[in-house]
């Protein structure tokens, strides 16, 4: 035996039980004797001979097994038969697992690690049991750089892997406990492990959340701010009621509410869903807008109802007086143009008035039932007049549309002035478009909305294809004296008073635009239910109707300026007039009155705590048949209810014309002695 073969002999010889492996190695392993072994195989069997700390096996070129002595318990009965044999008879049970491993360093010459390699093995006793390993498989390499075997150093991780596995089925059944999802992140905020209240809440499983940062789930608006909290983190600052949204599977965001502190590199934190608060609490703060959005309508409509009802007595002097004094011009043409001027200016003043009574949603309308479509078609002939021929205008009507009740008149002028609006959106031309379709406004619908009831509506939609509005301006574009027009040349009451006019017809209106996209507008009206009456009006006469012999009237109005003006139109009409400038000396004059007196004429809002419709009522109890005529330049509750007037009332509203207090007179007068008679 050579000096390596003696030595390694002699080294062999103080192994205690590993003494045998002289014999084994000589007789029975493929290794051959010791004396044959080369430099590099000496070198790694000292290595494992030496190895007191681990478990060192040291596989042959031919994979025949030398081991320590630390690895002879583990192996049970197998020692010392596996001692120099190859791995495929020694370890054949496990030769499917150790196979790819050995063969892989063989072939590549480089170190191989197996971190918790799971190993069933009996140990001494023939107590079988499942093992865990950390195995580091390194190759040695001969003079002449051929692999001489493969050096094995293993660590058992058996405890450490059982209670890691302990660990982990108790933080599965706190944090099952847990109701809110719960986290921990390494110090660049990549999430190491997470509670199973994350896929309850979110849809994601454990294996999708961990191993990268919360960026690809965050909403893009909360990048920069959750980013900032992560640093703070890093920097030993803990985070307390921060908030932002992640995405859950099905694409819906979740809003959280969070709380963490940094230890030792690493991030935990706690974060509560807020999704269903934080819904409550926009809908509270729209809630609360549109209640302020109404309380300052509701403001705004008072007072402009207030200056609206004042301003139009006096229009009623002007406008009236002015018309006096056209019907006595004769041949003075320079006279004529200042009166006409003048006349003019008033019924702008008037118009502007009738808008802001329509904002306020007291105007008094006189609704019936009417065809959309017909109503559209005959507004569309006037609009095509207006626009101009850079104004492509559509009309598309509905199959079957429903009824609608509404006042005729008010509703054209509503289509009329979206339509100017439309026109002014569209400068260099374009396109409007006027739909009427039925639809239906649902429960869901009319919960977000201010004064809408669900239920079936017919929708008049406007369209155009304008420079449209921004979002500063889509908010404020209802609002009374608001406008993006140029100083002179808008008003701010267009929008304000079909605001005011649809809501006071039952309606609801909404506007859509956005720059460079146009403007929509969208008119939902109450279905009506019944048949639309045949138009049976007569043709306006060609003349003022004058009164008759005897025909007497009772003027009855507090404004001393606008019962001169009545007064004077009736008696020039032919008619008896009495005047009273409150109620009582209303009826005092109705029942000293001989003979008896044909028509009440009354505003409705008098002095003196007694409104026109008290005056009307006691008069009628006192005298069955007198013929009442109202005239207001205010719609108030005394004669209307929910917009609209009573039936059998009859109302002149202020400023009202010559022509119309003569013709509306005679109508009232003629009607019923026609119905008597008949």
């Given at each position: 035996m050579s000096a390596p073969a003696q030595d390694f002999a002699g080294m062999i010889a103080a192994q205690g039980p590993l003494g045998e492996l002289t014999a084994h190695i000589d007789t029975r392993s493929p290794l051959g004797p010791v004396d044959r072994w080369s430099p590099a195989l000496l070198s790694a069997v000292r290595l494992m001979l030496s190895s007191k700390a681990e478990i060192v096996l040291f596989w042959g070129p031919d994979l025949c097994a030398l081991y320590n002595e630390a690895y002879a318990p583990t192996i049970g009965d197998k020692h010392p038969r596996a001692l120099g044999r190859p791995a495929r008879e020694g370890w054949a049970e496990l030769w499917h697992d150790l196979e790819p491993l050995l063969l892989s360093v063989v072939k590549d010459g480089e170190t191989v690690h197996a971190k918790d390699r799971p190993f069933y093995i009996e140990r001494a006793g023939g107590r079988g049991e499942q093992v865990y390993f950390d195995i580091s498989y390194s190759p040695v390499f001969e003079m002449d750089g051929s692999i001489g075997g493969v050096l094995c150093i293993v660590n058992e991780t058996t405890r450490r892997v059982e209670w890691e596995r302990q660990m982990q089925a108790e933080r599965n059944r706190l944090w099952t406990l847990a109701r809110d999802p719960f986290l921990i992140a390494d110090e660049a905020g990549v999430w190491l492990s997470a509670s199973p209240a994350w896929t309850d809440i979110l849809g994601w499983s454990e294996d999708e959340l961990v191993g990268r940062t919360s960026q690809w789930m965050e909403h893009p608006d909360d990048f920069g701010k959750t980013r900032y909290e992560v640093e703070n983190l890093r920097d030993g600052i803990a985070t307390q009621r921060f908030e932002n949204r992640f995405r859950a599977k099905d694409g819906s965001y979740r809003n959280f509410s969070w709380t963490a502190v940094p230890d030792n590199g690493l991030i935990y934190c706690v974060a509560r869903d807020v999704t269903e608060q934080r819904m409550h609490a926009q809908a509270l703060a729209e809630t609360e807008a549109a209640l302020r959005q109404a309380q300052k309508m509701e403001t705004l409509g008072q007072l402009t109802g207030g200056?609206?009802?004042?301003?139009?007595?006096?229009?009623?002097?002007?406008?009236?007086?002015?018309?006096?004094?056209?019907?006595?011009?004769?041949?003075?043409?320079?006279?004529?143009?200042?009166?006409?001027?003048?006349?003019?200016?008033?019924?702008?003043?008037?118009?502007?008035?009738q808008r802001l009574l329509a904002f306020s949603r007291r105007q008094p309308l006189a609704p019936e039932r009417a065809d959309p479509n017909h109503l559209v078609g005959q507004t569309t002939e006037l609009l095509s007049r207006t626009l101009g021929a850079t104004i492509e205008l559509e009309t598309i009507q509905a199959a079957g549309a429903w009824p609608i009740e509404i006042d005729v008149y008010q509703m054209e002028n509503v289509l009329l002035n979206l339509a100017v609006n439309a026109r002014d959106a569209m400068p260099d031309g374009g396109k409007l478009t006027i739909e009427v379709a039925n639809t239906h406004i649902d429960a869901l619908y009319a919960a977000q909305e201010e004064d809408i009831s669900p239920g079936q509506y017919v929708l008049i939609c406007l369209s155009d294809t304008g420079h449209g509005m921004d979002a500063d301006t889509l908010r404020r574009a209802i609002e009374p004296f608001f406008t993006t027009k140029e100083v002179g040349r808008g008003t701010g009451l267009g929008l304000s008073m079909v605001y005011g006019f649809?809501?006071?017809?039952?309606?609801?209106?909404?506007?859509?635009?956005?720059?460079?996209?146009?403007?929509?507008?969208?008119?939902?009206l109450p279905r009506s239910y019944g048949e639309i009456a045949a138009n049976d009006q007569l043709a306006a006469p060609s003349?003022?109707?004058?009164?008759?012999?005897?025909?007497?009237?009772?003027?009855?109005?507090?404004?001393?300026?606008?019962?001169?003006?009545?007064?004077?139109?009736?008696?020039?009409?032919?008619?008896?007039?009495?005047?009273?400038?409150?109620?009582?000396?209303?009826?005092?004059?109705?029942?000293?009155?001989?003979?008896?007196?044909?028509?009440?004429?009354?505003?409705?809002?008098?002095?003196?705590?007694?409104?026109?419709?008290?005056?009307?009522?006691?008069?009628?109890?006192?005298?069955?048949?007198?013929?009442?005529?109202?005239?207001?330049?205010?719609?108030?509750?005394?004669?209307?209810?929910?917009?609209?007037?009573?039936?059998?009332?009859?109302?002149?509203?202020?400023?009202?014309?010559?022509?119309?207090?003569?013709?509306?007179?005679?109508?009232?007068?003629?009607?019923?002695?026609?119905?008597?008679?008949?």
């Amino acid at each position: 035996m050579s000096a390596p073969a003696q030595d390694f002999a002699g080294m062999i010889a103080a192994q205690g039980p590993l003494g045998e492996l002289t014999a084994h190695i000589d007789t029975r392993s493929p290794l051959g004797p010791v004396d044959r072994w080369s430099p590099a195989l000496l070198s790694a069997v000292r290595l494992m001979l030496s190895s007191k700390a681990e478990i060192v096996l040291f596989w042959g070129p031919d994979l025949c097994a030398l081991y320590n002595e630390a690895y002879a318990p583990t192996i049970g009965d197998k020692h010392p038969r596996a001692l120099g044999r190859p791995a495929r008879e020694g370890w054949a049970e496990l030769w499917h697992d150790l196979e790819p491993l050995l063969l892989s360093v063989v072939k590549d010459g480089e170190t191989v690690h197996a971190k918790d390699r799971p190993f069933y093995i009996e140990r001494a006793g023939g107590r079988g049991e499942q093992v865990y390993f950390d195995i580091s498989y390194s190759p040695v390499f001969e003079m002449d750089g051929s692999i001489g075997g493969v050096l094995c150093i293993v660590n058992e991780t058996t405890r450490r892997v059982e209670w890691e596995r302990q660990m982990q089925a108790e933080r599965n059944r706190l944090w099952t406990l847990a109701r809110d999802p719960f986290l921990i992140a390494d110090e660049a905020g990549v999430w190491l492990s997470a509670s199973p209240a994350w896929t309850d809440i979110l849809g994601w499983s454990e294996d999708e959340l961990v191993g990268r940062t919360s960026q690809w789930m965050e909403h893009p608006d909360d990048f920069g701010k959750t980013r900032y909290e992560v640093e703070n983190l890093r920097d030993g600052i803990a985070t307390q009621r921060f908030e932002n949204r992640f995405r859950a599977k099905d694409g819906s965001y979740r809003n959280f509410s969070w709380t963490a502190v940094p230890d030792n590199g690493l991030i935990y934190c706690v974060a509560r869903d807020v999704t269903e608060q934080r819904m409550h609490a926009q809908a509270l703060a729209e809630t609360e807008a549109a209640l302020r959005q109404a309380q300052k309508m509701e403001t705004l409509g008072q007072l402009t109802g207030g200056v609206a009802h004042d301003f139009n007595n006096l229009l009623q002097v002007v406008t009236g007086n002015l018309e006096l004094l056209q019907r006595r011009l004769d041949g003075n043409d320079k006279l004529r143009r200042a009166v006409d001027n003048a006349m003019a200016g008033a019924e702008r003043a008037a118009m502007l008035t009738q808008r802001l009574l329509a904002f306020s949603r007291r105007q008094p309308l006189a609704p019936e039932r009417a065809d959309p479509n017909h109503l559209v078609g005959q507004t569309t002939e006037l609009l095509s007049r207006t626009l101009g021929a850079t104004i492509e205008l559509e009309t598309i009507q509905a199959a079957g549309a429903w009824p609608i009740e509404i006042d005729v008149y008010q509703m054209e002028n509503v289509l009329l002035n979206l339509a100017v609006n439309a026109r002014d959106a569209m400068p260099d031309g374009g396109k409007l478009t006027i739909e009427v379709a039925n639809t239906h406004i649902d429960a869901l619908y009319a919960a977000q909305e201010e004064d809408i009831s669900p239920g079936q509506y017919v929708l008049i939609c406007l369209s155009d294809t304008g420079h449209g509005m921004d979002a500063d301006t889509l908010r404020r574009a209802i609002e009374p004296f608001f406008t993006t027009k140029e100083v002179g040349r808008g008003t701010g009451l267009g929008l304000s008073m079909v605001y005011g006019f649809i809501k006071q017809s039952g309606g609801h209106l909404r506007v859509y635009s956005e720059p460079g996209q146009g403007t929509t507008v969208k008119l939902y009206l109450p279905r009506s239910y019944g048949e639309i009456a045949a138009n049976d009006q007569l043709a306006a006469p060609s003349q003022t109707p004058k009164g008759r012999d005897g025909e007497t009237i009772l003027v009855c109005e507090d404004d001393e300026k606008v019962r001169a003006y009545s007064v004077e139109v009736l008696t020039e009409l032919g008619y008896q007039v009495v005047e009273a400038e409150d109620g009582q000396t209303a009826l005092a004059r109705l029942d000293e009155a001989s003979p008896p007196i044909d028509m009440l004429f009354t505003d409705v809002i008098l002095p003196g705590g007694m409104t026109g419709a008290d005056i009307a009522g006691e008069a009628l109890a006192r005298h069955p048949g007198l013929k009442i005529l109202f005239a207001t330049g205010y719609a108030r509750n005394a004669i209307f209810h929910h917009g609209r007037l009573d039936p059998g009332v009859e109302l002149l509203t202020k400023p009202f014309t010559y022509a119309d207090l003569a013709g509306k007179v005679r109508e009232i007068l003629d009607r019923d002695k026609a119905q008597g008679a008949t």
